[in-house]
């Protein structure tokens, strides 16, 4: 059973380009849940997604930052217009249920360089 | 805004000695969890806890949830290398449908 898939595992952007980061959640688990990290500090929340829906996006910049989870395919996290700020390691995580005292599976990162 | 915060930031101690670290807060969790996360890799679960004053034991560690379900601490007992890595306690509260991580305690383990 595999893991959740994150990729790219690395990204270069140029400032103004565009991001794209993909994530792949354990079979069966329909919960997504995007989270950033900067160099050692924790995680952050950024956006929670079941199927085709949004539930919670409240970690999420309004600007530059969608993500979504179609019916079909995985979840992805787009950055438009990245900034030198933008440069961390994002991080996604899947659940079979809404998080109450289950796990959460990470993937190993994609982490975004913006030169 | 909840917040988590752990202590100590850093730790850096020699095999075979014991260790705490702590994960505080003003909030109160419905449940809180401890993972370790090593480099270039994704946070792993260690242990959920959920009653106030639980205490869980895994192989060495010892991991305690406060009575008022505000804090936790992780004890290591007789730290080994392999032990290195980033400590991330994290928060559910069921007024928010994702969990709040803490900053993190980052521990090295000198052989």
């Known amino acids: 059973n595999a893991g959740v898939m994150q990729n790219p595992r690395h990204l270069v952007r140029r400032r103004g380009q565009e991001a794209r980061l993909r994530c792949s959640p354990m079979k069966g688990h329909s919960h997504v849940y995007w989270y950033r990290q900067l160099p050692e500090e924790g995680l952050k929340f950024m956006v929670y997604l079941q199927k085709e829906n949004i539930i919670d996006e409240s970690g999420m910049p309004k600007e530059r930052f969608s993500a979504e989870f179609p019916k079909e395919g995985p979840s992805i996290l787009r950055i438009q217009q990245v900034v030198r700020g933008d440069s961390a390691a994002y991080f996604c995580?899947?659940?079979?249920?809404?998080?109450?005292?289950?796990?959460?599976?990470f993937g190993e990162g994609s982490r975004l360089t913006v030169l | 805004t909840q917040l988590l915060e752990q202590s100590p930031q850093f730790l850096s101690i020699q095999e075979g000695e014991n260790l705490t670290v702590y994960c505080n807060s003003s909030s109160v969790f419905s449940s809180l969890q401890w993972y370790r996360q090593e480099p270039g890799e994704g946070p792993v679960l260690l242990v959920t806890?959920?009653?106030?004053?639980e205490v869980k034991k895994l192989k060495r560690l010892t991991f305690q949830f406060g009575d008022a379900r505000k804090d936790s601490s992780l004890h290591i007992t007789a730290a080994q290398p392999g032990d290195t890595g980033l400590y991330l306690c994290a928060g559910e509260n069921t007024g928010r449908r994702a969990l709040t991580f803490g900053s993190g305690t980052r521990l090295q383990v000198q052989p």
């Open positions: 995580a899947s659940s079979q249920s809404q998080v109450h005292t289950g796990e959460l599976f």
């Open positions: 806890v959920v009653t106030g004053g």
